[in-house]
Every structure is written in structure tokens, then in C-alpha cells.
């Protein structure tokens, strides 16, 4: 199994910034893509931003421009720092990962999750 601890997340006035951290350990064979998404309530889960093996990135439209996600793969972290926050960024903030536990299985794995609220 793959677990995941997150940390980073709090309250910000609009405008400000904030640095999510999420850390990997377990039995990790490999890891692939590691991820963030948000989840505000009522609304469904959306994917934020996304950093493959070779650090290729995607990310949200809404959050283009202010937002960077990054991974450390020797460390089995990635980070996303949030420039320029906006209430519509109040959500409660997942770290996914898709990693392989051995050479043929693999899997999706969830964090617990990190409120971010960002309010004058």
C-alpha cells in the first residue's frame, strides 16, 4: 500500500499565497503521476494540476498563471505553491498518486485531504 500525507493548507486572505506539501511512502515500486485536486462542497472533484515522471505538467484552467505544481522524485514528494489565491479556491485539497507497487500492479492512491480557505 501507498500512503500519503499532506500538509500545507490554512486559512488566506484573497490574494495571498499558500504551498501544499504532499509526501509518498509505502510500498512504492514506482510512481507515475502525482496530482492535486480540489473539492469544494457541493461540487464535484476536479483535478487542479498534474506532473508526470519527466515533470510534464497540466493544469486547470482556472488556475493557469498562479498556480505551480512540482515534484521532488527522489524524495516522493510534490508541492503546489498557490499565488494570488481567490475565494473561488476555497476547497478542501487532495494529493493523488498513481504509482506502481511492484513491476505489474498499480494503482491510484488519495490523501486525506488539506482545507484551504481563502476569505477577507
Known amino acids: 500500500q501507498v500512503q500519503l500525507v499532506e500538509s500545507g493548507g490554512g486559512w488566506v486572505q484573497p490574494g495571498g499565497s499558500l504551498r501544499l506539501s504532499c509526501v509518498a511512502s509505502?510500498?512504492?515500486?514506482?510512481?507515475?503521476?502525482m496530482a492535486w485536486y480540489r473539492q469544494a462542497p457541493g461540487q464535484e472533484r476536479e483535478l487542479v494540476a498534474s506532473v508526470n515522471a519527466g515533470h510534464a505538467t497540466n493544469y486547470a484552467d482556472s488556475v493557469k498563471g498562479r498556480f505551480t505544481i512540482s515534484r521532488i522524485n527522489g524524495a516522493n514528494t510534490v508541492y503546489l505553491e498557490m499565488n494570488n489565491l481567490k475565494p473561488d479556491d476555497t476547497a478542501e485539497y487532495y494529493c493523488?498518486?498513481?504509482?506502481?507497487?511492484?513491476?505489474?500492479?498499480?494503482?491510484?492512491?488519495w490523501g486525506q485531504g488539506t482545507q484551504v480557505t481563502v476569505d477577507s
Open positions: 509505502g510500498s512504492i515500486f514506482r510512481l507515475v503521476a
Open positions: 493523488n498518486v498513481r504509482a506502481y507497487t511492484n513491476p505489474s500492479e498499480w494503482g491510484d492512491y
